[in-house]
């Protein structure tokens, strides 16, 4: 996601490999997470689906982040 929302690079990461990603992390919890990021990861695959910018996305899965931090 840094790679995204920083500045340009010579690394591409596209809104397909952003998604599989997301959908790895919620198959991989389980059903384990905290509501409050189950939420944030899918409002970052809504994002990614509705072609948001990168830096929304990011916005998104650092909150999710956060959330399972404090967890």
Not at 37 to 56: C, K, N, T
């Amino acid at each position: 996601m840094d790679a995204v929302s920083d500045a340009p690079t010579e690394e591409e990461i596209t809104p397909s490999e952003i998604a599989e990603a997301v959908r790895d992390a919620i198959e991989a919890a389980g059903g384990e997470l905290p509501p409050q990021a189950q939420r944030y990861l899918s409002e970052a695959l809504d994002a990614v689906s509705d072609g948001m910018p990168g830096d929304y996305v990011a916005m998104s899965l650092y909150a999710a982040l956060g959330v399972l931090g404090d967890a």
